[in-house]
């Protein structure tokens, strides 16, 4: 059995990962998504493998999900990704990894005690009139904030992650490559709403699937490789520029990975989960 942990919010599997348990099934797996939050401990130990494919809802309470994460190892839960990647991946500080390794991110600073003067005192520095104050551990987009002198009430405290903002991000979109096993498999560009910066589901986007070249490709592999182990799914979002592509973000937790965009992509996903299981 493998078991697909979904959120309250989407108990049913999205056409993403419907297309996968199709697949699965298709294999002779038996394969079925049950929530996180409230489902027995017991439920998803008995499993053959556990994707966290659909825990959306883990902003709200991150100490909550890091906590399922140990728990299931803890127990001897198959998780797929490996918890080590989850963990790592968990908090976004592994950009500062990236960057430190020389992978383009957006120049970041981890600043643990967040205050008004500290957060002025890094955009002035640098030089940024707006920026982007981020949660250490979050997704979908939650808590991210635009801030400028405009919003100072507005701006978060405590520990964050401050951003230069990518003024372009509303003309170029986000475009989002899908891996599997470490290999390449398909690219979908989100398109933003026109004024929005944001580029997640809650905002307005629309997806289109897109063609992108050799040298992208290589410049998302390289994210890729930078892990120590392969990932069995990843999605690396990010800008594609002329002068090369920067990531956003590297998803190896509860990444959409668009399977329904792209045709026979549900099934080498599925061939990889079963390859894993020996």
Not at 15 to 44: D, Q
Not at 84 to 94: G, Q, V
Not at 199 to 206: F, L, S
Not at 265 to 274: F, G, N
Request: aromatic fraction near 10%; hydrophobic fraction near 45%; proline fraction near 6%.
């Amino acid at each position: 059995m493998i078991l697909i942990a979904t959120c309250s919010e989407y108990p049913h599997p999205t056409p993403n990962l419907e297309a996968l348990v199709n697949a699965l099934r298709a294999h002779g797996t038996e394969a079925a998504y049950l929530p996180w939050k409230t489902t027995p401990l017991e439920t998803f130990v008995a499993a053959d493998a556990v994707l966290p494919l659909c825990c959306w809802d883990y902003y709200d309470d991150p100490g909550r999900f890091l906590g399922w994460i140990d728990a299931r190892e803890a127990r001897g839960a198959r998780l797929l990704n490996p918890p080590e990647l989850l963990r790592w991946n968990f908090r976004k500080t592994y950009l500062l990894d990236m960057a430190a390794a020389g992978h383009a991110v957006p120049k970041t600073f981890h600043l643990q005690e967040a205050s008004r003067p500290a957060i002025a005192e890094r955009m002035e520095a640098e030089g940024w009139s707006v920026a982007v104050a981020k949660p250490v551990s979050s997704q979908s987009g939650h808590g991210v904030r635009k801030i400028d002198r405009s919003n100072m009430d507005r701006w978060p405290t405590g520990e964050v992650l401050l951003q230069e903002y990518q003024d372009d991000i509303g003309a170029l979109g986000e475009t989002t490559m899908t891996f599997i096993e470490g290999v390449f498999s398909h690219a979908v560009r989100r398109v933003l709403k026109a004024g929005e910066w944001r580029a997640n589901a809650q905002y307005g986007i629309t997806y289109e699937r897109v063609a992108v070249s050799r040298d992208v490709i290589d410049a998302a592999q390289a994210y890729i490789d930078f892990l120590p182990q392969a990932p069995l799914y990843a999605r690396v979002d990010g800008l594609v520029r002329s002068t090369g592509f920067m990531l956003m973000e590297l998803e190896l937790i509860d990444p959409y990975l668009y399977l329904e965009f792209a045709p026979g992509s549900a099934d080498v996903m599925a061939r990889a989960v079963l390859q894993r299981l020996g």
